[in-house]
Each structure stands twice: as structure tokens, then as C-alpha cells.
């Protein structure tokens, strides 16, 4: 049951904000299909405040968990995540043995990614999102959702990695390329299936090229012989590189 005495001045103030409409009362059943059939019409504002009518005159009814279930998606919907993710948050602590709890868990997860700000601000919610969804791909490893699941950890992980890119990019414009290539070598082991991965193998090599590393860009430039997007620029450094070794052994 949800506490009243924590949901009620919440309600209270949903309610009074809601646009004035008479809603003749009805048995749970038919309270929750309503509300359903609200949020199914995308009419959000009224959504909301149906399930919350459930939650609060049907406290101990079988729809109770469902409908706040529902008042997660439907926030979800409204793109207003933070709610979202306190509605699935109450929902996962208070209602254990709910059959909603698997969609719930996987929703909290979506809603901390799409709270997630542009990679370049701050990443907390980002972490976060994937952190959850690692923890639904262990709870619910043959879930329906495990695939989309793990393109959603990938999309998060190449937000990251992107991030760590930029960092590095940075220190190489301010002249300091041993603190770039921190960032470009962090980025190899531990982002190493994202997007930004083959971009800081190439800037790192070239790194180690302008130091006269050239065993060390030599491998990082050969790692990427594989890759379509940076094939044909690392075969030109390749090319000249083991050419500058020839004619200096001559």
C-alpha cells in the first residue's frame, strides 16, 4: 500500500493543477481502465491523474501496483524522466512481487539514459543508466529486451568514450600530448567496441610518431587495417613509415 500521508499532499497538488473535469468515481477495475485508456489517447495530463486516483482511493486494490506501473511510462511519455525514474523507483521497492517489476526495471534504465544530458555535460545520469541496465541484463537474462538492452548500453558507452575523445583532443590543442594520450589510451582499454575507439588508436599513433615512437604507432596504426573508417589513412602512415625506416638502414 502506498503510505498516504507521503502521497497525499502530492496528489492533492496534481489534482488542484489538473484542468477541472468531473470524473464520475468507479470501482478499481474500471478506475484503471480508464486511465489506461487515457494514456493509450496520449492524453498525459489526465493520465497521470487517473492512475493517481487509483493510488489514492484504491490503495489496496490488485491495480495499485499497475497503476504505478503506468504513472512511470506515462511521465516517461511526457519526457519528464526524473519523475519517471522516482515513479519506477517506488514501484521496484514497494511492489517486490509485482508482475510489472521486469518492464519497470527496464524503463528506470531508459529514462536515466534519455536524462542523460549531450556527452560533452555532465555524465552522471549516463553511468547510471548503464550501471541499471547491467543490473536488468543479470536479473533478467532472457528477456525480450535483452538485445535493445545491450544497444542501449553500447549507445551509453559511446557517449562516454566520446567524451574521454573530446578530453583528449583538447590536451593535443593546449600542446600537451602525453596527457592526451592518457585519454586516447584510456579510451582503448576500456571503451574498446565503441565508435570513438579506432579515432584514438589513429591520434595516438600519430602521437607516437611525432615522438620517433615508431614501434608504437607502427602497432597502432597496423590495429586498424581492419577498420573501414581509418583503413586507408593508417596504410599511408604504414607505407611511409617502414619507407623512412629502409632508407634510414641504408
Not at 34 to 56: C, N, P
Not at 57 to 78: C, I, K, M, N
Not at 128 to 139: G, M, N, P, S, Y
Not at 231 to 248: G, P, Q, V, W
Request: hydrophobic fraction near 35%.
Amino acid at each position: 500500500m502506498r503510505p498516504i500521508l507521503i502521497f497525499c499532499p502530492v496528489l492533492v497538488l496534481t489534482l488542484s493543477c489538473a484542468p477541472r473535469e468531473t470524473l464520475t468515481p468507479l470501482e478499481p477495475a474500471e478506475e484503471f481502465q480508464r486511465a489506461r485508456s487515457l494514456y493509450d489517447a496520449k492524453k498525459y495530463e489526465s493520465a497521470v491523474a487517473a492512475f493517481e486516483r487509483i493510488l489514492f482511493y484504491h490503495p489496496s486494490s490488485e491495480f495499485v501496483d499497475d497503476a504505478q506501473y503506468w504513472l512511470g511510462r506515462t511521465y516517461l511519455e511526457r519526457k519528464e524522466y526524473d519523475q519517471a525514474i522516482v515513479e519506477f523507483d517506488y514501484l521496484l521497492r514497494h511492489f517486490p512481487n509485482s508482475p510489472q517489476l521486469e518492464e519497470a526495471f527496464f524503463y528506470r534504465a531508459k529514462a536515466h539514459l534519455l536524462a542523460a544530458p549531450d556527452y560533452e555535460k555532465d555524465l552522471g545520469n549516463l553511468r547510471k543508466a548503464i550501471r541499471v541496465f547491467d543490473e536488468f541484463l543479470t536479473r533478467y537474462p532472457n528477456s525480450e529486451h535483452t538485445e535493445e538492452v545491450r544497444k542501449e548500453i553500447l549507445t551509453a558507452r559511446n557517449r562516454l568514450a566520446k567524451k574521454e575523445l573530446e578530453n583528449g583532443k583538447l590536451y593535443e590543442k593546449l600542446k600537451e600530448p602525453e596527457a592526451a594520450l592518457l585519454y586516447y589510451e584510456y579510451i582503448m582499454s576500456n571503451y574498446p567496441e565503441t565508435e570513438s575507439a579506432a579515432e584514438a588508436a589513429y591520434r595516438a599513433a600519430q602521437i607516437h610518431e611525432k615522438q620517433d615512437q615508431v614501434g608504437a604507432a607502427l602497432e597502432l596504426y597496423k590495429g586498424l587495417l581492419d577498420d573501414d573508417r581509418w583503413r586507408e589513412e593508417a596504410s599511408e602512415r604504414i607505407a611511409e613509415l617502414e619507407k623512412n625506416n629502409e632508407e634510414s638502414s641504408d
